[in-house]
């Protein structure tokens, strides 16, 4: 029996060697996305490096059960997106028993940086607007580079409906823009 134990004990070793090899694997090249799509998601950037070790922790709990059918990345938004909405949560409740003083304010910044912070905040707002389907789609679809197909399974959306939906948010937001750059010139005329 001890011969039989001892046969057995290297194959076990060396699956946990691939499933570690895999996460590493999985780390390297996801661990951006990943990073970008909890900032998506509305996880702080304090929390942001804690949150991405959260995700990656419940990958190497659950990498043995990515069966493949669908691309790893929508596998690691699933994930993503659960734990992001674990954190808010978390810091929803957290803010609930203290009461935080609001952050004194910094020297003023060039008139470049303005600018792009007026339009990060213009793009924002136009992204706190949507309702959450359809500010997902746009984010994973043309900020992500993800396929719509994959994006549709995720969300658990009909694909014609998701097509449209981004099809709707991408004319929506070109017609914004137009409206934020036409806004200022007929003020001056």
């Known amino acids: 029996m001890s011969a039989t134990t001892t ?33 998506r998601l509305g996880v ?9 070790h959260d995700v990656f922790l ?26 992001a909405s ?18 004194p304010g910094g020297a003023p910044d060039p008139e470049q940086r303005t600018e792009q912070q007026q339009l990060a905040a213009f793009v924002r707002g136009f992204l706190a607007g949507l309702d959450e389907d359809r ?6 679809a043309d900020l992500e580079g993800l396929k719509v197909p994959e994006i549709a399974e995720t969300l658990g959306m009909n694909l014609n ?7 709707a948010v991408r ?7 137009a409206d934020r750059e036409a806004g200022p010139r007929r003020s001056v005329l």
Request: proline share 3%; no cysteine.
């Open 161 to 167: 409906t998701a097509y449209a939906r981004l099809r």
């Open 7 to 39: 046969v057995d004990a290297p194959p076990r070793a060396a699956e946990s060697e691939r499933v570690a090899m895999s996460l590493a694997e999985v780390y390297r090249a996801h661990v951006g996305f990943v990073w970008r799509v909890l900032r």
């Open 58 to 83: 419940v990958v190497h709990r659950r990498l043995a059960e990515f069966d493949g059918r669908a691309a790893l990345t929508t596998w690691l938004f699933g994930i993503a997106r659960g734990v």
């Open 171 to 177: 004319e929506q937001l070109s017609r914004a823009l």
């Open 135 to 140: 500010r997902l789609l746009f984010e994973l």
């Open 86 to 103: 674990n954190h808010r949560r978390g810091v929803a409740r957290a803010q609930r028993r203290l009461s935080v003083a609001p952050s």
């Open 44 to 52: 702080a950037d304090a929390a942001l490096e804690d949150v991405v």
